[in-house]
């Protein structure tokens, strides 16, 4: 079958991913409890037994609540930078050494069939990343939790054939929304969250040739609408001179309280 995935759920109230191939199973975040993550899984089909290792983003609670206890009950490996595992110790608490792994930001490791890349992201974290997987010629981008989308990181997510993107906000729901000036400020500024005008932006410099579907990722449930944020990015998508019909690129969706269909990356 290849490079595929499922985005178990996502939003501020947990995130988590299934990366696999024919040969290999990671699980990338842990934003629920262990038994929620569980149930996630078992409605695509997967066990916890299946999973070779975990991959962590960064310490925001929303990607690590069960971490500690997923990865314990299991005995899986878990994926970090140095800086990550500090921000995160307190909260995850005790792994066994043998579990802890240290991967750098902007490195490359190989699980069976399977290539994982961390880039650094620019987010008020200790120190975030993203993830891009590939295999069998195919490339999956994981982009979310964004303040804004440096050069580096475009040149990261080029010439990915699937890609799951930050639309966190509109920002006019934002800015009239209840939230106190300080948290809007956070969340628009370069470490915050990647707004639906960004993510086309940010879109309209990747659709190239080999890009099939965006899955739109991390929407706030108070500051967005998934109808409103394809809308948004289909038209400054449009604005900057791309035209496209559906069997060539699609804006697909993502949520909060399920997961996804499997998505088998690049068809052979």
């Not at 878990?78 to 991967?103: C, F, H, S």
């Not at 295999?135 to 040149?155: F, I, N, Q, W």
Request: glycine residues 6%.
């Amino acid at each position: 079958m290849g490079l595929r995935f499922t985005v178990l759920s996502s939003g501020s109230t947990g995130n988590a991913t299934v990366v696999a191939t024919d040969s290999a199973k990671v699980l990338v975040d842990v934003g629920f409890s262990g038994k929620k993550i569980e149930e996630l899984m078992k409605e695509r089909d997967v066990a916890a037994q299946e999973l070779d290792a975990i991959f962590v983003t960064h310490e925001h609670s929303d990607h690590i609540k069960g971490l500690g206890a997923f990865a314990r009950k299991h005995k899986l490996p878990v994926y970090a930078n140095e800086k990550t595992w500090a921000a995160m110790l307190r909260t995850v608490g005790d792994i066994p050494d043998d579990q802890r792994k240290i991967l750098p930001s902007d490195s490359v490791l190989e699980i069976a069939d399977l290539r994982i890349e961390s880039y650094a992201i620019s987010h008020d974290a200790a120190e975030p990343v993203g993830y891009c997987f590939q295999a069998d010629g195919a490339k999956l981008s994981l982009a979310t939790d964004l303040g804004y989308v440096s050069d580096k990181v475009m040149r990261q997510l080029h010439n990915s054939d699937v890609m799951v993107l930050e639309s966190n906000h509109d920002v006019n729901m934002l800015r009239m929304g209840r939230y106190p000036w300080n948290i809007k400020r956070r969340i628009l500024g370069d470490t915050g969250h990647l707004s639906n005008e960004a993510a086309g932006e940010a879109l309209s410099s990747l659709l190239t040739g080999s890009l099939k579907r965006v899955y739109l990722a991390h929407l706030s449930q108070e500051h967005n609408l998934m109808d409103l944020a394809k809308l948004t990015v289909s038209s400054v998508l449009e604005n900057n001179g791309h035209f496209y019909h559906k069997n060539e690129f699609a804006l697909c969706d993502t949520y909060h309280d399920r997961p996804t269909l499997w998505d088998i990356v690049k068809e052979a």
